[in-house]
């Protein structure tokens, strides 16, 4: 292993010389390339992920495992290489609509609807904007390399990216996110959760590794530790958990960790970015919802927790309510309804049994084929359950506290502090709130969103859609350092090359027709992800018909 490793980076060394000295025009040649491979070999991506995962090829379930692997991919390169033709034809990304400026000399970048990608078809009544900091001063809204035209003064540098092991799309985008948007040649060591993927990714990625651009490889801890330490490393990327973070930058043992730590000593002396766990809020602010909105938002809410069978950090994980709102029973039971008619899934993720028990307090009951409950533990509080605020489970498993507070204003501001005080990590959020309420209580909701610390705040939607969408940056709010890392340290995605990111904002309707294809019981999601997979390989009207009519009939 370790003499792949020497001659993986070798290559890397001679690729980093080449990637510092080509053009944005051979970039997207490039581009190109990957997008065209990628489709050549989707089916055996989405084959081999099913097969793993223990999910049937032809049920609906499999389209999981389209959306979050190529045709995530594919949307990225899509909107990466409008970026790079916009950057080589007028020097910066065009963006989909104007610039709006806030109060404190902060400004709101519009990213989706995109353009081109029919968003406003597929995604009806759903927008995000990127809240950018206020040192972004004029129209200067981009990042350093965007006002040189990619060109580079500097030689590039060698990135690690330790890829994850549950999303198959992460490693893929963190790769090109850190060759194309820094500049960076990249040695990805695949997890051994989803090593399968090697070989299709080394064929997707083979222009790229031709050239030295990235070079790929898979083992265990040893290697990674390896490849962490070694002085050709010049930073690492990582997508986990904060133990395992902490373990690569302070040290083995939570006593040299607590050393480490209070004598501001990291054990790994390079430059690390990350995207970490969170125990992801989801706020419901008390109001009269009809029956039509309470069953989308439970069914949303479902959607978020059994996705991938409960295995992201964006799952969500506390729900917060008020005690004295009216439809809150109402609410649960429908949740609890809609993830009982959904079908269990195969704990495939290590640890997971270990991980249910700890956190639901019961026995992890699996049945014969390896499947573990969907789980809502309703009015549970810090003092009595604090395990459930403070780390993130991974697992199919959601938790619901109540706050007293029954007027609206009065309730969201209350959530949004508590959210930020006393649930672990700062990812992403998301809330429920009535119709009109924007519209009428719009000077709340501005202090709402200025208020949460999280790197996406997500108005009647799941803050899944927020990665999936590719455009807005992704990663947890700024402020984390190595010593409190919360959710991680920088974004991945951000094809617009935005700089001074601070959070994204999306919202949404309350509730949509055609169903949402990541809802769970939408009978033609497997169809319906065929068709964009076709739409996104030569994207053009010709390929929307059938694809809507799938969608009104799910």
Known sequence: MMVELDHALSRLVTGAKDLQRTGVAERLLLLADIHQKLFAHADEWVRVSCEAKGIALDSACSAEE???????????????????Q????WGAPELPGPVVELAQGKKAVPVVPARGLFDSILFRGIWAEVRLGAENDGDDLFDERVRRGLDQNEPSHLSLVLGAGNISSICICDTLTKIFQEDAVVLLKM????DYLTDIFSAVLSSLIRRGWVQIIKGDEVLAAAAVNHPLIHEVHITGSQQTHDRIVWGATPDEQQRRKLANDPRLKKRITSELGNVSPWIIVPGAYSERQLKYQAENICASIVNNAGFNCLTTRMLITSSKWAQRERFLDLIKAALRATVRRKAYYPGASERFERFSGMPAELDGKGTLPWMLLTDVNPKESPLLFAEESFVGLCAECTLPEENPDRFIEAAAEFANDRLYGTLCSAITIPTGFRKGHGAVVERVIEKMNYGSVCFNQWPGLAYGLMAPPWGAAPGGDLRDVRSGIGTVHNTAFLKGVEKTVMQGPLATFPKPVWFSSNRRARAISENLMALYEQPSVSGLPQLLMNAVQG
């Open 66 to 84: 389209v959306f979050v692997g190529p045709a995530a991919v594919a949307r990225y390169l899509l909107l990466l290489s409008q970026s790079l």
């Open 86 to 89: 916009s950057i080589q034809q």
């Open 191 to 194: 997890s051994p959760v989803n």
